[in-house]
T-cell receptor, first 121, second 114 residues
Framework: AQKVTQAQTEISVVEKEDVTLDCVYE???????LFWYKQPPSGELVFLIR??????QNEISGRYSWNFQKSTSSFNFTITASQVVDSAVYFC??????????????????FGQGTILTVHP | DTEVTQTPKHLVMGMTNKKSLKCEQH?????MYWYKQKAKKPPELMFV???????INESVPSRFSPECPNSSLLNLHLHALQPEDSALYLC?????????????FGEGSWLTVV
């Protein structure tokens, strides 16, 4: 069974601070995919990044960066120079093949509990 | 802007009402999903359609009835709901039903059952 743990329930920072959101996962598969989503108060889940289990290269996109470490089963997300618009709930998610009782195989997305990030001006 | 659009954005319905949530995507995706999200919780999968056929039903009560009229549209018909069904309902799509395919979500429909 797969599991995703986001140990930080809530984080509060002041604008321009750097902040790291932690994500630890458990899976028995060698092939899997990890995702981060952002959910602002409006409700939409916004896709941020996808990483496959064979690609441990860190990635940077503007103020966002991701650190994937297979050895520790972690996929952490850092926001540099945070802004008020970064305030949202952030979900880490794991996708691996799952077969249901009817025999259908599909990539089931398992979410962590989410981290509420509040950036104060 | 999201390429998965949901209507209505907000819906208030009585326990005896029949209503529908609608979802549309124009990305050519062949898999579409309904998720339910309660406050302060992650989304939970309800239904999955692949090539317009229902592939996954996560033991959802029959008062929720999904429908996929064509490859771009997904509906969720609601009947005789309970107050505990009040939640954010998220529609999503992906190219196919595969682990590598990113699931893209709509803005959600906020449902209140009174």
């Amino acid at each position: 069974a797969q599991k995703v743990t986001q140990a930080q329930t809530e984080i509060s920072v002041v604008e321009k601070e750097d902040v790291t959101l932690d994500c630890v996962y458990e899976t028995r598969d060698t092939t899997y995919y990890l995702f981060w989503y952002k959910q602002p108060p409006s409700g939409e889940l916004v896709f941020l990044i996808r990483r496959n289990s064979f690609d441990e290269q860190n990635e940077i996109s503007g103020r966002y960066s991701w650190n994937f470490q297979k050895s520790t089963s972690s996929f952490n997300f850092t926001i540099t120079a945070s802004q008020v618009v970064d305030s949202a709930v952030y979900f880490c998610a794991l996708s691996e093949y799952t077969a249901n009782a009817g025999g259908t195989s599909y990539g089931k997305l398992t979410f962590g509990q989410g981290t509420i990030l509040t950036v104060h001006p | 802007d999201t390429e998965v659009t949901q209507t209505p954005k907000h819906l208030v319905m009585g326990m005896t009402n029949k209503k529908s949530l609608k979802c549309e995507q124009h990305m050519g995706h062949r898999a579409m999903y309904w998720y339910k999200q309660k406050a302060k919780k992650p989304p939970e999968l309800m239904f999955v359609y692949s090539y317009e056929k229902l592939s996954i039903n996560e033991s959802v009560p029959s008062r929720f009835s999904p429908e996929c009229p064509n490859s771009s549209l997904l509906n969720l018909h609601l009947h005789a709901l309970q107050p505990e069904d009040s939640a954010l309902y998220l529609c999503a799509s992906s190219q196919y039903l595969a682990t590598r395919n990113t699931i893209y979500f709509g803005e959600g429909s906020w449902l209140t059952v009174v």
